[in-house]
């Protein structure tokens, strides 16, 4: 499954920042055996924070940020000899015992017990809450506070400075909906230049899993509203060497 993740800094060394979440990423393990391997990283674009213009970036109110999408792949060994038959359920075609298999439900007629099984959707799922709270905890490693000041701009207490900033856009084709905890594809993300942009850089036919809507058509219309041409967003620098260093563009 396609793992698509935000990520912005405007606090200390931004490249670095980036390059260590990047790498740190690549380093996280789920409790079932999922790992994520890294695929692209999109250009990495100078923006300004949102609500805030660009000349209250360069008068110093609030750093400018560098932001990009990385692209992962979630792999799981459990899933491996799986196939679908067409029920929603599962055939293993690799072992006879079904002790990793997640059931969905069950039902009895007389002797008989059939059981359906979690399709790949529904187990891709249960990595969501993973996921974010192992990007949280990377945020914290990486530096990412939250006491700053604020400095008399309302905006500025949501939308602070921060070391690192790590979003879950998209697994897959998948749709979760549990505000405020967990919301797949993140709900901002037809309102961002700064994540649809970087994000038509690694895929530009991908879609919006809840309309079908290709982004590419979505970031059209969405620079020619009034945030939409506000939103600050220029070309920075590309990942080279393995993504161990940023060239300047």
Do not use: W
Request: aromatic content about 10%.
């Amino acid at each position: 499954m396609d793992v698509y993740l935000g990520l912005g800094s405007n606090l200390g060394n931004k490249e670095v920042n980036l390059i260590n979440a990047i790498s740190l990423i690549n380093l996280i393990e789920f409790d079932n055996g999922g790992v994520l391997k890294l695929v692209k990283a999109s250009r990495v674009y100078k923006t300004s924070p949102v609500g805030f213009s660009e000349e209250e970036c360069i008068r110093g109110v609030i750093p400018v940020f560098l932001n990009c999408v990385v692209l992962y792949k979630y792999e799981n060994k459990i899933d491996t000899g799986y196939s679908g038959n067409g029920n929603g359920s599962l055939i293993d075609r690799s072992s006879t015992h079904n002790n990793n298999r997640v059931v969905k439900s069950a039902k009895i007629d007389g002797n008989k017990i059939t059981t359906y099984y979690a399709d790949y959707g529904y187990r891709y799922e249960n990595i969501g809450d993973g996921l974010l709270s192992k990007v949280k905890n990377i945020e914290k490693l990486i530096g990412r506070k939250f006491n700053y000041k604020n400095e008399g701009k309302d905006l500025f207490s949501k939308y602070r400075p921060r070391e690192i900033d790590i979003d879950i856009l998209l697994l897959g084709e998948i749709v979760i909906s549990r505000p405020p905890v967990l919301n797949i594809p993140h709900k901002e993300l037809k309102n961002r230049k700064f994540v649809l942009q970087p994000l038509l850089d690694i895929n530009e036919n991908i879609f919006d899993p809840l309309t079908k809507d290709l982004y590419k058509n979505i970031l059209s219309d969405f620079t020619e509203t009034e945030e939409g041409k506000t939103q600050l967003i220029e070309p920075y620098g590309v990942f080279s060497n393995n993504y161990l260093m940023i060239n300047k563009i």
